[in-house]
């Protein structure tokens, strides 16, 4: 496995192609396993004080993508093809949530990743989820472009 | 199918517990299918000008929610366990999203529904969805209250 | 959507290339919904008689195939690369499962298709699923041959 | 965590409740992690010599099913519910597969686990699955019975 991104140049690919949402996530490590963390804020809650499914989803999402990346380099096309979540534990009140990633499969036409997602500092995960990813044929050569990006 | 909520009912709940996305839909139909809109803002949108992920997968939650609700009435703890999703096509820039659930298990324990979701006015779905939920001991004879609500 | 098998045509193709698994099939109609019957056996069942996860499987996996076949003819190279499965009801001992699929993509690399499965004659269904299809480039055109198909 | 059954009880139980498939089985280790292993035979093959993608759910629905057992003693009504699975690589020809699962979830109502599996001595997986188990309430006091097994 070789990396193409680090944990600096991943977040300034966020800030550049997703700044809606960049403010939202910066990346705790990069390797064989990343790691990224949601800063939740009250816009992400919901009544009773925890993380929204679609909150969730969108970390995982984010998570997958980036593993993609730093292999990839910055490409930005890959699409979400699939995911499959399952929402196991209630997030803890005021914690953020740390999103860890298996890049299972980069393959020519397909990537495939799992994640756990933890309250900061608890051990037991409250989701899991896996996603699928479909690589266009320019990736890795061409330019960088996210406007293929869902 | 007997069904204990409709439309308005429906929406009033929705504002009533989840105000913060509240204004984002609206029940269109409420029967054996039961079709919620997203009335897309440019705040759901991703470069390129289509829905999120993240936005699908949260209309998807939100339909088959619903589809619960108007079959238990408004008892507001059901959780949502597990989904799937897969997405197929870009939704069209500029259009609502439409999304037109069924509703495939309601057991005691357990609900399983799904969805299709469509830009408005067009025929081929641009998701699909399947979500389950795990409905509490109480559900349909308690006092009603969302504070468990994920 | 134009068809470029039947259920003759489909059934020989499955009698042909799968010849093990073949004899517990039949495709009862090809349309806008393909209907597969699989003819339960003593050997598909576990024990209480219902017929086990796996098998439920197969037939949901057979089924989407064969719909993506009807429309593109016997090119046999389309490859399972993912799948969501809800198991909801107990099938009913000794009663065939019948599938009701529907295509809702095919794309020039991917296939999406979904099913429900009933036991026979009954009006809610046991199981859904989804499944997800790797199309090779040469599928349409080449020759037939089903060495690739998982 | 706190094991009550190890390889050779485990082994046991499926012998005992599920004799059809018990000689396809053997358990290579309990633990956090719990591997299982199936013994390819020639009846799991397709064209082309690869094992079929439902033995492959089998393996993982066995697996994520033993692990549950290892927790909860031979009670033996855990029932699957739901379940998602990617098939990444093609599995080599003439190699045992390999399956490394991990429980997620062992909750009062309902069970989560995700597995890897791999073709025998390879690095690269070729599926992962997770699966979710509906728990019945006696599960861990009753006396062990599997007839309500799916």
Redesign the interface.
């Known amino acids: 496995m070789q990396l193409k991104m680090d944990a600096t140049s991943l977040e300034a690919f966020i800030a550049r192609?997703?700044p809606?949402v960049a403010q939202d996530f910066s990346v705790d490590e990069v390797g064989e396993e990343l790691v990224v963390r949601m800063h939740v804020h009250e816009?992400h809650l919901?009544?009773?004080g925890?993380v929204?499914?679609?909150?969730m989803?969108?970390l995982a999402?984010v998570g997958i993508y980036l593993a993609i990346l730093s292999r990839l380099g910055p490409v930005a096309l890959a699409?979400?093809?699939?995911?499959?979540?399952?929402?196991?534990?209630?997030p803890e009140a005021g914690r953020d949530l740390v999103a860890k990633v298996r890049l299972?499969?980069l393959?020519r036409?397909?990537a495939?990743g799992?994640v756990?997602i933890y309250s900061d500092g608890q051990t037991?995960?409250v989701a899991?989820a896996?996603m699928?990813y479909?690589i266009p044929p320019q990736a890795g050569q061409g330019p960088e472009s996210?406007?293929?990006?869902?």
């Open positions: 192609e997703f809606q816009r919901r009544p009773g925890t929204s499914g679609p909150n989803f969108a999402d699409v979400t093809t699939g995911a499959s979540v399952d929402f196991m534990r209630k299972l499969k393959g036409v397909l495939v799992d756990l037991e995960p899991r896996s699928t479909s996210a406007t293929g990006r869902r």
